[in-house]
């Protein structure tokens, strides 16, 4: 078997038949880096009978003046094919080193352990050990299971199985987000598709989530979009419909509050301790409903057209639609705008034949602490937390790695 550089066609067609995949390792996703100032190419490796068996995209990164390569989401290979693997590891390792890339870092989809959450069970995997041990023994080292994300993808993902009609997925939606649903929908929340000109919306509800610039989000839209991979929804607040429904709450809450008075004058002198205590909440409640008609009186004169609460861009490949990014207005958190598009894209997808809806990475479920509402968040729809391997690094170069380690120092007090 030998090495060699794959076109973008060829690639392409063994991501297309190989069983394993993901939206990281696909030539759009290669597109998208490589205008991010990442090098970018593809290997493959191919039997005697001119059949490709493992591919990987490689993005280089340069470093000062060295060079450090990555493949999202690991190798495209069977892991538990030790001979397979220990091929294509040593043959990497000498075109990586013939192009003087002193390491690559790899974050592969090696399932440790599945967590279902209805019933809640943990199931570990267990041909895990075995291939970890074994990557160890060809000399990738483990960066450690870390618990939030400081790992080059994430270690753990929220992943929703749609296999269920859309009743019975609603009913493994937790009580509480079912409640959200239903009070967003009815308050005039609805959700459209959006195009390209939505995008800056969108950027301003996620600038602050991620890394990457308004420019990478532009350029996943194009490139996914060029194989209908790619899709743009908002959550837009109908203010009008905001309006009619808070007037509808307010009368009915006036009509409560005017039951629980009369009781009392009935009984005047003898209303209990109960009765006046519900008075008290009622009016709370009446005080509530006419600070939300206010409010959506307000949101109506000033907003005519609705007000985008929420979106969220998500990648299509082969079976699993993916949550790349989502964002929301703060300001109108308690409309839940956020809750109501989620859902509405389990459903389309699981309509359109999707097998998985992954609503991306979460941290660690048993210690989330900073990142407990995220977590809280996904894992609220039902979905599966499938724990990964995390990070490995391969030294492809050591006397550049070593020089890149040693001069780090140095590197920092110019920076400083």
């Not at 390491?103 to 279902?116: E, G, L, N, R």
Request: net charge positive; glycine share 4%; charged share 25%.
């Amino acid at each position: 078997m030998k090495l060699k550089e794959l076109t973008n066609e060829e690639f392409q067609e063994f991501t297309q038949n190989y069983l394993v995949s993901s939206v990281f390792q696909t030539p759009e996703y290669a597109m998208v880096m490589n205008r991010q100032n990442y090098d970018t190419f593809y290997l493959g490796l191919v039997d005697d009978t001119g059949n490709v068996v493992a591919a990987s995209l490689i993005l280089v990164e340069l470093l000062g003046k060295f060079q450090y390569a990555y493949a999202p989401r690991g190798f495209l290979i069977d892991y538990q094919d030790e001979a397979l693997v220990k091929t294509f590891t040593t043959q990497v390792k000498k075109f990586l080193g013939k192009k003087n890339i002193m390491a690559i870092k790899i974050s592969p989809m090696i399932t440790k352990s599945i967590v279902h959450q209805n019933p809640k069970e943990k199931v570990d995997i267990p041909t895990y050990d075995k291939t970890f041990k074994y990557l160890k023994k060809l000399g990738y080292y483990h960066l450690g299971y870390n618990r939030y994300f400081e790992a080059f993808k994430p270690r753990f993902e929220a992943i929703l199985e749609l296999d269920l009609n859309a009743n019975q997925m609603f009913q493994k939606v937790k009580k509480e987000f079912r409640t959200k649903i239903r009070m967003s929908d009815k308050n005039g929340v609805r959700i459209y598709k959006g195009t390209v000109q939505n995008l800056s919306y969108f950027y301003n509800m996620t600038k602050n989530k991620y890394p990457r610039g308004l420019r990478y989000f532009q350029d996943a839209f194009e490139l996914y979009q060029k194989r209908n991979m790619v899709d743009l929804y908002f959550a837009l607040l109908d203010t009008k419909q905001y309006l009619v429904n808070a007037q509808r709450e307010f009368q009915n809450q006036s009509m409560i509050c005017n039951r629980v008075t009369e009781e009392i004058f009935k009984n005047k002198g003898k209303a209990s301790n109960k009765t006046i205590s519900r008075k008290i909440a009622e009016d709370n409640k009446l005080a509530d409903r006419k600070n939300d008609l206010v409010r959506a009186t307000n949101l109506l004169h000033h907003n005519p057209d609705g007000i985008i609460l929420a979106c969220a861009m998500v990648i299509k490949y082969k079976r699993e639609a993916y949550l790349l990014m989502d964002g929301y207005e703060p300001a109108y958190k308690r409309l839940n705008a956020k809750h109501l598009l989620i859902w509405k894209l389990m459903e389309k997808y699981a309509k359109e034949g999707f097998a998985v809806f992954n609503l991306g990475g979460i941290a660690d479920p048993e210690n989330p602490e900073k990142y407990k509402g995220l977590d809280e968040f996904k894992l609220g729809f039902g979905a599966n937390v499938v724990e990964y391997l995390g990070d490995l690094e391969y030294i492809t170069s050591r006397p550049l790695y070593m020089m890149y380690r040693n001069t780090a120092p140095f590197r920092s007090k110019k920076k400083s």
